[in-house]
């Protein structure tokens, strides 16, 4: 009886918190099932950042990325400003010296004397009059720095291509960071193709045993990518990007979104392309030329398996359903549903990677008929290609068979490869896309929500409720749980859930807008206030 009594308090609190929440501006969902189960018949919320890491699964990089702990920087930075200067690359640049000290790479006559210019050549490299230091790959890394950070672009080549010049073993410590700031150099100078030829050459040079302090061949991938882009090589960058992301460097989720040809941009983000400003100033002509630019690239991006990929689940995350189009506005905005699935059809392609998304992406355009070709033409074994066969099941009235298939699907989602962290691949932002805290539900409470709508249809009262549970779907799973269920079949759920400790809440009262808010027990009072969603710095207890 002690586990009904907890989670009848847990769930009580909930709704207390949920329900007080409207009053106050909160925007999340409330009920998956509700108005008669559309959410169950229309398509679930795809994530950008979740297709793009599943996606990144298929890469698999030697490289090893370095993450500071005391700076989000590893190198020195393409800025003016001299106080941006890294301190990781300050420590790895001591720490290297040491090193090539303690080997007798080099041998200056005085070391603790060389130690003492070396440390300030750094703490003054971008000075007009850089400090003597003992010559060597060091000094002829700083020079280049100096040269750099003060826009001598002429000065920093040459002085890293002398540093290259080196017999090979008196450049063991800065061969890779020579290599990579003068791909950082092309990129500034608008030699982009020079640009991908070093960060090629910064990979090769760590393989061959060179140092890399600052893990700059794995940083090399996210450059080389950039400099692709530049070149409109956009399917030469999509792999390097993707790499990035597998390396675990989230800024990659963003730069695949320059790759898409017919994005739109979203006002406060970086867009990679002409602003929401800019494009209201064109006139009809200009958007039509934009827009006959926009189909070339998209025709061009169905002969690559990757950049095909890419569309498809950007329009996924992106685009609304038609229902959703305003046939009475005169600037109505484009179906890319549709058309990306007609520029696939006119492509005659005769093998389709994931061709359960592009079952999705004509299912969310009402194309039932055309989901079913697809989810046909695809392996048929993905948690996707499982959720899709269970609406189309559903649609044609085949409960038992899309329950079933929906079970799988989830059990997929959740321990199948795809969808589940891996290492280097930020676990937090794959569990935020789960089951997030916001206005959309999320990819896991969408499926867990299908599942449930499915067990409840046919009855099967007490497994819903648990789909539900499972699936953070919290309002559904308290309306089964006090208006479905028996207290017996209730008591049994509850008495046969693991011996654990329930999450310790607190209800407290925000100073700012008086509302009780619901906050896991901390050491510090200090949590977000999720009512007015601002960060108080005190609560009264209650």
């Given at each position: ?24 501006g ?73 090193a ?180 209201s ?10 827009e ?5 690239k ?16 950007h ?37 389709i ?54 079970a799988?699907?989830v ?22 896309d ?54 017996k079949e ?53």
């Open positions: 009886m002690s586990h009904f009594a907890k989670l009848l308090a847990a769930v009580g609190a909930t709704l207390c918190f949920l329900g007080r929440l409207h009053a106050t909160y925007y999340g969902p409330d009920f998956y099932l509700e108005e008669g189960g559309k959410n169950v018949d229309g398509s679930p919320e795809f994530y950008w950042g979740l297709e793009v890491r599943r996606l990144a699964k298929e890469f698999h990089p030697s490289e090893k990325r370095v993450v500071s702990e005391k700076a989000e920087q590893k190198s020195d930075e393409e800025t003016s400003d001299n106080s941006n200067l890294s301190q990781a690359t300050e420590d790895a640049d001591l720490k290297d010296f040491d090539a000290l303690k080997e007798g790479r080099i041998k200056p006559p005085d070391p603790t004397k060389a130690k003492e210019q070396h440390k300030l050549a750094r703490e003054t490299i971008t000075s007009t009059s850089p400090t003597a230091e003992f010559d060597s790959e060091f000094a002829d890394y700083h020079r280049g720095a100096g040269a750099f950070l003060n826009k001598n672009w002429d000065e920093a080549r040459k002085a890293w291509e002398d540093l290259l010049k080196r017999p090979e073993q008196d450049r063991h410590y800065r061969t890779v960071w020579a290599a990579f700031m003068l791909g950082k150099l092309g990129l500034k100078t608008n030699d982009y193709q020079s640009a991908s030829q070093w960060f090629q050459r910064t990979r090769e040079f760590a393989k061959n045993g060179f140092a890399d302090s600052l893990g700059l061949a794995a940083e090399s991938y996210g450059w080389e990518g950039r400099a692709e882009w530049k070149q409109e090589h956009p399917e030469k960058a999509a792999p390097l990007f993707l790499t990035q992301l597998a390396l675990g460097d989230p800024s990659a989720v963003v730069s695949l979104k320059a790759l898409i040809p017919d994005r739109e941009p979203v006002g406060g983000l970086l867009n990679y392309g002409p602003e929401a400003d800019e494009r100033s064109w006139n009809d002509e200009q958007k039509k030329e934009e006959q630019k926009e189909i070339s998209l025709r061009s991006a169905t002969q690559d398996p990757l950049l095909r990929q890419l569309v498809t689940v329009i996924l995350a992106t685009a609304s359903s038609p229902d959703l189009y305003s046939s009475d506005s005169e600037a109505a905005p484009v179906n890319r549903c549709a058309r990306w699935l007609n520029i696939i059809k006119q492509a005659n392609l005769s093998r990677e994931d061709a359960e998304y592009l079952g999705w992406v004509a299912y969310n355009n009402g194309d039932y008929k055309g989901a079913a070709h697809w989810l046909e033409l695809s392996k048929g074994d993905s948690g996707a290609a499982l959720w899709l066969q269970a609406k189309l099941q559903r649609r044609a009235g085949k409960l038992a068979e899309a329950a079933k298939t929906m799988q699907a059990e997929l989602l959740r321990s199948g490869p795809a969808y589940t962290p891996s290492a280097g691949i930020d676990e937090k932002w794959t569990e935020y789960y089951f997030p805290e916001g206005p959309n539900w999320g990819w896991g409470q969408s499926a867990h929500g299908d599942l449930g709508g499915l067990r409840l249809a046919r009855g099967d009262f007490v497994q819903a409720f648990d789909t539900l549970f499972k699936g953070h779907l919290w309002n559904d799973a308290a309306f089964v749980a006090e208006r479905v269920l028996t207290t209730l008591k049994q759920y509850v008495d046969a859930l693991p011996n654990a400790e329930p999450p310790k809440v607190i209800i407290g009262r925000c100073d700012i807008c008086s509302d009780d808010v619901l906050f896991e027990k901390i050491d510090t009072p200090t949590p977000k206030n999720i009512c007015c969603r601002r960060t108080i710095k005190s609560w009264k207890s209650m």
